[in-house]
């Protein structure tokens, strides 16, 4: 089973519920317990459950690379490329007309044809080397981060992370999901917000629990993740955390949409004081682990019926 937590927004408490959802498994005896920080952006689920680590692995994307030898500038490359990673410049001599650029050869003016590639736009789709009619591009790799695994309190950890000023983080969620094996119960702590890293690491997600907090900003963005996890077709519930700290909007929205709310967690001092520290909730006490037993139950309870509904 996976199970994706998401958030709208950032700052609702995302992690706490990904990190002491998993611990909870974990303590209850359930096995092959995998824990996948997708939030290769800015991946902080290692603080809390402090894994050791013991495996490296660098992630990297296909950028193409032209043998300028066998191109012959035609710019198919260019026009394949919907993300404008590849352009062709041609060079125009001074006294040339419009008609004379087509028929212009590879230098003007001691000026070469040139093809230019702009490695952070690629995408490594490899379009434009398997359309290339003179088979003059290659690929090779460019890293954009970094994959980590270990294991914590029997809790098997994968997280991503981005390398700085680096805009693609999919790929390297897709390398952290890969990890996730046939059997078990993986938790995804996915980005926050409904850009494509998100997309990325929730579709595939047996449910999905989406943490909101009560207030405007947070019933905005709550709406947002449910129309985005509903265009996926995917199953959701959610958990409101400071559920005693704003309004009631959040429950009537959820109540109108038929959406079933997992759990409340209410606003408590203690909690953030843990929090920086590096501490799961779990370790206060029975308060805490009656909340996220019966998160985990109602998750159940839902996916059963989702199963139920689907025979």
């Not at 005693?244 to 209410?266: R, T």
Request: net charge negative.
């Amino acid at each position: 089973m996976i199970v994706s937590i998401a958030s709208g927004k950032g700052g609702t408490g995302k992690t706490t519920v990904a990190v002491n959802l998993a611990l909870l498994l974990s303590r209850n005896g359930s096995q092959n317990i995998h824990f996948l920080d997708c939030d290769v952006e800015e991946p902080n689920a290692h603080i809390f459950l402090k894994p050791h680590i013991d495996s490296f692995e660098s992630v990297g994307i296909p950028i193409p690379e032209i043998d300028e030898q066998k191109c012959t500038y035609c710019g198919i490359c260019a026009e394949v490329c919907v993300y404008n990673a590849i352009a062709v410049v041609h060079p125009v001599r001074s006294n040339s007309t419009e008609q004379d650029v087509s028929s212009l050869t590879r230098t003007s003016n001691g000026v070469k044809d040139k093809v230019l590639i702009f490695p952070e736009l690629c995408h490594g789709c490899g379009g434009c080397s398997l359309l290339c009619p003179e088979e003059a591009i290659s690929e090779k790799e460019r890293e954009i981060g970094v994959l980590e695994q270990g294991r914590a309190e029997g809790i098997k950890f994968v997280h991503g992370k981005l390398n700085i000023g680096e805009p693609m983080a999919a790929p390297l969620i897709r390398a952290v999901k890969e990890k996730i094996t046939s059997h078990g119960i993986a938790i995804i702590d996915v980005p926050p917000g409904t850009s494509c890293p998100v997309i990325e690491a929730v579709k595939d997600s047996d449910f999905t629990i989406l943490v909101t907090e009560p207030t405007p900003f947070g019933l905005n963005d709550l709406q947002l993740a449910v129309e985005t996890v509903r265009k996926l077709g995917l199953p959701c519930g959610v958990v409101i955390n400071c559920s005693d700290v704003g309004d009631e909007k959040v429950k009537e929205y959820c109540n109108e949409e038929g959406i079933p709310i997992l759990a409340e967690i209410p606003y408590d001092r203690t909690v953030a004081i843990l929090y920086s520290h590096g501490i799961p909730i779990l370790i206060e006490g029975e308060k805490y682990r009656t909340i996220f037993q019966q998160m985990w139950d109602s998750i159940e309870k839902e996916a059963k019926q989702i199963k139920k509904e689907k025979r």
